[in-house]
């Protein structure tokens, strides 16, 4: 088990006491593929407190988008449990999780996913249209101006940078006042500084608002703006680092490559 370093100013120690605002317990997710079963999270069990920043970690086909797909309710465990506050995830239908969703959790892709004919606010609008609920123009505004984009409202995606995009993207996943964020290698298409700024600003919902964020990265700078990070190897939890810095975190990740299959290495000469 690995240790745990000293906090750095960019995160926070991991306050366990608080309540759990998502729960993970013996979640398990295969899959049938090429006649096998393929098990992509074998027996994982995690709790997010309200109000920390987790990063999620390791090899590639480790099980990280697994873990943020079961947990945040868009793929079903094949057994376990997931619990949002007191809902358990895994016990509602598909209308009941599809709703749960769009009012309670917020999601931040790296494709960012806006809808190219909307303007940044009516793309930030959105997920409150699709809801039903009014859409407050005064809300949608103050979101954007928080993200940097007070100036960007009425811009369409095809005349926004990369960095900007994701920032309209953020900011439409905080419309709706979520209790978990959750991001997916959210600075994967942006270039450094676009990428400092996002983090920046997902620090920031935590600080500022309380609240709870779960990403998904490869990237040791990325995850040193977490409280904690979170690492799997082969669908399992291989321990974790609390307030680690960029480069405690990348010497971590180089111990965590998974052993090669038996076959591949029966394959190789002699």
Do not use: W
């Amino acid at each position: 088990m690995p240790g745990t370093t000293s906090p750095t100013p960019r995160g926070n120690p991991m306050p366990m006491t608080r309540p759990a605002a998502l729960r993970l317990r013996s979640v398990t997710r295969t899959h049938r593929t090429g006649g096998h079963t393929v098990t992509a999270l074998d027996d994982v069990s995690l709790t997010f407190p309200e109000g920390t920043f987790t990063a999620v970690m390791g090899p590639s086909g480790s099980g990280k988008s697994t873990l943020l797909q079961c947990a945040a309710g868009l793929d079903r465990p094949t057994s376990g449990s997931v619990t949002l506050g007191g809902t358990e995830l895994t016990a509602l239908s598909e209308r009941r999780l599809t709703l749960l969703r769009r009012e309670r959790i917020g999601f931040v892709f790296q494709a960012y996913n806006l809808l190219p004919s909307l303007t940044a606010e009516q793309n930030v609008a959105l997920p409150l249209r699709l809801a039903g609920r009014r859409v407050p123009r005064a809300r949608v505004r103050e979101v954007l101006a928080r993200v940097g984009l007070g100036d960007r409202v009425r811009h369409r995606p095809d005349r926004l940078s990369g960095g900007q995009q994701q920032r309209v993207a953020l900011a439409r996943a905080l419309i709706t006042r979520p209790d978990v964020l959750f991001a997916d290698e959210p600075t994967g298409a942006l270039d450094s500084r676009s990428g400092r700024q996002v983090l920046a600003l997902l620090r920031g919902t935590v600080d500022r608002d309380g609240r709870t964020t779960v990403m998904v990265t490869h990237d040791p700078v990325a995850a040193a703006h977490a409280d904690r990070v979170v690492f799997l190897v082969d669908g399992r939890v291989h321990g974790e680092l609390t307030g680690a810095t960029a480069d405690t975190i990348a010497a971590h990740m180089t111990t965590l490559e998974p052993a090669p299959a038996l076959d591949a290495r029966e394959s190789q000469p002699c």
